[in-house]
DNA sequence: CTGAAAGCGCTTACAG
DNA sequence: CTGAAAGCGCTTACAG
């Protein structure tokens, strides 16, 4: 019947014959109100269509959102190709939900729209998923907005987080590599700028150098089981084509390998993809193994031998991480104990894509 | 050097020797300032580590929030799930960063959590992607937001921003199935309020009618075709899992059906994982046809018969519209031409999940 | 248990 | 081309 468009606080409380700040307290519940004073106000809420605090005077006044933004590149993709970030996300998003906040997709920074949006939205903490490109703006202006801010791939501030044993994992998955008897082995890890670093054969320690932690603790770990590898590829970015171009690179080597070792299942996929269609078969031809156990299309079959990371779980993991910090900050102490990281388990899974080869 | 925390525009503003609404145009550029008195403003917000007006007031005085919720369970699932609305969700993301708008997350409200947070949440706009749950209580509260929403799956606001025409799709699709000398064909379709309707073996008629209209314009494809199912299933949720149902209920008939045609390429996908898991070939022992042409994994080489929806065109779509109806609010004019939806071509995708039977 | 008032950081007519 | 002022819708000490 009311009008019921803008009804305020203000409007409430001078109807229901009381202050705005009791008004305000019947709905935050942050002090006690009599039984009947906050009838009266819940009352001519009722009756005037008000469905409680604007969320942006509340903002403003308090100074908080309740909104966490995430910067990230993984929707821009095909899902098939980045899943492991959406499944990072899913668990940010549930954990935040979970605590009250909601998550706020922003790309990166490369362009005047993706600028203007970065200042525009607001947030009381960020977490950024991806670094494939535009970071060089956009982490700066993270920086400057002086929130509590974690960034994943291979950051500090995702060392602080969460840890994870890559190496452990790494290794055990290359000794069995090693056990079933190959000798002939590739590696093919990632980098994450692609203008500076593009695909292409390289050294170990070039692409050691070049590559974020994460990828150097799984290195770490092929090295510890004892691999020596005929050839190293370095794919400069997360995607399918990257692993296509590290197969097309290595199988043309006068003796190619016979396993290549990958440190993303992506790169796994592309490899598959272009050893099929040279017509090589997986694994009897080329035994490959991934990292990140994520579903992957058009593999036909083939269950990758590979490391298990549980992307929710990790999202989980940081966003617990930044909601501690948002805590820390908002008791006014920068130097409140955040506590331990927690782990991320990495156990291998160990499919069909290594051939036992006897002789 | 100074300190960089909470500068605020009035602050810039004196320390230039200016007024603050001089200020606000020089970085909103909505009035023209002279070109020194600007420069004198600039120097003065970059001395002091201003990095522009805060998202929190400039939203409270403009009264928007460059906000848009997505309400969604899309990321509550497996990815390998639903993974449609990921791409649909995509696109949104997309477009709505594109014009300025950041997209916020949130799930539908089931608990004193999700209540909340719905409240806690801004935005100038919503689009909500998946009625799966809760949407009886999500529903009216976003109806009492009072802001521009299109509900997708079936709902009278997404048929106002999107035109599928589904029926055709099916129809072409269903006529090769019966051309390829199928006659004892089973349907499977989908509702959505499994609470009410669960999996379960029913008559067309009555899928038909608990069917949401997106379903019901598929299943008219079908009968257009000329099918006459020997039996229909109704799948209560859109997730693989109501798809095993399907396969289990309608492989124990007395006389099975050699080919099922469904709604979903998951329903698809669980029919093939329950098929192989009892010992049958696909297609040579049970033909099937989806709806969507996801990305799924597990299905072992099999291409789906499938139409095929471009969700993250969809989602763009859906984008679109929702950003000028903004405009439409914005310019005061509830009446304002909103124009013709968009159509989303649905091609039709021919896989080997269907046998041509030989007699 | 309740009120009056300041203030959060801006934008936007209005006035000149 | 620029300023002074009102106001967006709340929350939060402060006071009683």
């Known amino acids: 019947m009311a009008e019921h468009r803008h009804v305020t606080l203000a409007a409430v409380a001078k109807a229901a014959g009381v202050a705005k700040s009791t008004a305000s307290h019947v709905f935050t519940g942050k002090r006690v109100v009599a039984p009947e004073t906050a009838e009266r106000v819940r009352h001519a809420a009722a009756a005037m269509g008000y469905t409680g605090p604007s969320a942006l005077g509340r903002a403003l006044a308090s100074g908080r959102t309740q909104l966490i933004a995430v910067v990230t590149h993984a929707l821009l993709e095909d899902p098939d190709t ?75 501030t995702e060392e602080a987080a969460v840890v994870m044993d890559d190496a452990k994992a790494t290794e055990e998955l290359a000794r069995r590599v090693l056990e079933a008897g190959h000798e002939r082995i590739a590696i093919a890890g990632y980098t994450f700028s692609v203008e500076e670093l593009p695909d292409g054969l390289t050294t170990f320690d070039e692409l050691y150098e070049a590559a974020p932690t994460n990828v150097r603790r799984r290195l770490d770990g092929f090295v510890r089981a004892g691999v020596e590898p005929v050839a190293v590829f370095r794919c400069g970015t997360v995607a399918r084509s990257s692993g296509e171009a590290a197969a097309r690179a290595l199988l043309e080597m006068e003796e190619p390998p016979t396993c290549i070792l990958t440190t993303a299942d992506v790169h796994a996929a592309g490899i598959i993809d272009y050893a099929r269609r040279v017509g090589l078969r997986i694994p009897e031809d080329l035994s490959v193994t991934g990292f990140d156990a994520v579903t992957l299309g058009g593999l036909g079959g083939i269950e990758l031998c590979t490391v298990v990371q549980d992307g929710m779980q990790k999202g989980r993991i940081v966003a617990r991480r930044l909601l501690r910090m948002l805590e820390a900050e908002r008791e006014g102490r920068g130097g409140l104990e955040l506590g331990d990281p927690e782990e991320l388990p990495l156990p291998v899974r160990w499919g069909d894509s290594v051939a036992v080869l006897t002789r």
């Open 82 to 156: 980045d899943p492991l970030s959406l499944a990072i996300l899913d668990g940010l998003q549930r954990e935040f939900a979970q605590a009250g906040y909601g998550t706020v997709l922003i790309p990166p920074i490369t362009d005047d729209a993706s600028r203007d949006l970065a200042h525009a939205v607001l947030y009381d903490g960020v977490v950024s998923v991806r670094r494939m490109v535009g970071f060089e703006e956009t982490n700066p202006y993270l920086e400057s907005r002086h929130v509590p801010w974690i960034a994943l791939d291979g950051y500090m």
